[in-house]
T-cell receptor, first 114, second 113 residues
């Protein structure tokens, strides 16, 4: 059974800092990995999707990397801003099955302070 | 807006009530999902409809009943719920054949008294 772990559970950084969020998964037979952002009481917004054959994806100040063999992904946020404050979740999709049976981590709650 | 709309945003119901959650997607996707998000727990997939196939998680109690009348609409019918069913219920959609991103609605915050 796939398990996804995100460390740390919570993180507070001053504005302008670069930071890294970690995601690890136990079964490397994945199809892709997604990073999501969730604001309090809201749904999830997909930030980046990395296919299993890819090493990284970039969007603006965000860069996600994937090391499938070691079961790890990182989300790098450059020059953090207060608007980046949210919970960040990663989710992996298995190789098998026709439906997106994603396995989610419990998330890292990020607070960027002024 | 993500193109996935959920109503209502908030719902308070008693244990004997019957209510329904509604989800509509305007993205032309062919797969739709119900997820449950409880405090300090990972999102749990409840149901998925993909390419006309319904995939049911056997651990979901029968007091939750999904309905997918067409590829754009998804319902979750609720009856005789328990207080522990209080959670954020999220609907999502995707273009499953391409294994593309999941797009989520804003969710329904459900409180069962």
């Amino acid at each position: 059974k796939q398990e996804v772990t995100q460390i740390p559970a919570a993180l507070s950084v001053p504005e302008g800092e670069n930071l890294v969020l970690n995601c690890s998964f136990t079964d490397s037979a994945i199809y892709n990995l997604q990073w999501f952002r969730q604001d309090p009481g809201k749904g999830l917004t997909s930030l980046l999707l990395i296919q299993s054959s890819q090493r990284e994806q970039t969007s603006g100040r965000l860069n996600a990397s994937l090391d499938k063999s070691s079961g790890r992904s990182t989300l790098y946020i450059a020059a953090s801003q207060p608007g980046d404050s949210a919970t960040y979740l990663c989710a992996v999709k298995p190789n098998t099955g026709t439906a997106s049976k994603l396995t989610f981590g419990t998330g890292t709650r990020l607070q960027v302070t002024l | 807006e993500t193109g996935v709309t959920q109503t209502p945003r908030h719902l308070v119901m008693g244990m004997t009530n019957k209510k329904s959650l509604k989800c509509e997607q305007h993205l032309g996707h062919n797969a739709m999902y119900w997820y449950k998000q409880s405090a300090k727990k990972p999102l749990e997939l409840m149901f998925v409809y993909s390419l006309e196939e319904r995939v049911e998680n056997n651990s979901v109690p029968s007091r939750f009943s999904p309905e997918c009348p067409n590829s754009s609409h998804l319902f979750l019918h609720l009856h005789t719920l328990q207080p522990e069913d209080s959670a954020l219920y999220l609907c999502a959609s995707s273009q499953e054949a391409l294994g593309e991103k999941l797009f989520f609605g804003s969710g329904t915050q459900l409180s069962v008294l």
